[in-house]
């Protein structure tokens, strides 16, 4: 059983990483307005400050509040993870660092599992997954278990944990808390989207047809977009702030009424 569990969620390290190509230029009216031309360049700005803080892992240490929503905007609908930072501090403050600056915008639900898991997190930029993959956080104490719609980081061994996150489908998941794998959040929102995710490709390479990890980080989403087309993925994830709360008004006195 362990040796499955090792193969079942390994991450695949390879040598290397191949390049984005640049992608090619359009051709067409360059009538644009002042005004959308000035929210392009601030879009391309932000994108581009965004990707320079997710090359540089080690600065993307942040403390996670001790609860926090994550929104997932995907190709099947849309669903909320809360995570308690309790339950596994370490995960949930990677995992924070993580939504927060747009590492799981566009990635890809590479391995789903009917009865098992849905696991994702490599990203599509070749670039970024070679950065990321060596970017390990410590082992969490596992304090809960691995039930449907409980969130965990998929795991190597001891210590090996990065950007590759499951979301389990069922209860009967518990032999996974003895392998270390510590949950740190759950869905609460979404749950029926999360079980409409394609599953057609199944278990990933080479024990199954789906896609192979090691091609996934070299490639990037090209890879995925080429050999399997109907792969869902995640749009965009944000972190969901919380709604203020309405302030208290006093009481009206039956005296003061009109």
Known sequence: MKKQIWTLLALTC????ALAADPPKQEGSSSSSPSTTAVVKTEASG???????????????ETAPESYDAKFET??????????????????????????????????????????????????????????????????PTKQSNKRGFVTFATAGPNTRTTQIFINFVDRN?????????????????????????????????????????????????YLEKLFANLDGVKKATIVKPEAKAEARPAVKADDKK
């Not at 915008?105 to 060596?134: H, T």
């Open 75 to 140: 190709t099947k609908g849309d669903f909320v993870i809360h995570v308690t930072r309790a339950w596994a501090p370490n995960g949930a403050d990677r995992f924070y660092n993580l939504v927060k600056n747009g590492f799981y915008d566009s990635v890809k639900f590479f391995r789903v599992v009917p009865g098992f898991m849905v696991q994702f997190g490599i990203n599509g930029d070749p670039n970024l997954s070679k950065i990321w993959r060596e970017a390990t956080i410590p082992d969490d």
């Open 47 to 61: 994108a581009a400050s965004a990707k320079a803080k997710l090359m540089n892992p080690a600065t993307l240490k």
């Open 14 to 17: 390879i040598a290397g990483c």
């Open 174 to 222: 518990a032999f996974l808390d003895s392998q270390g794998f510590a949950p740190f959040g759950q869905v609460t929102q979404g749950m029926d989207v999360v079980d409409k995710i394609n599953s057609e490709y199944g278990e990933g390479a080479p024990r199954g047809r789906g896609p192979d990890q090691g091609r996934m980080q070299a490639e990037g989403n090209a």
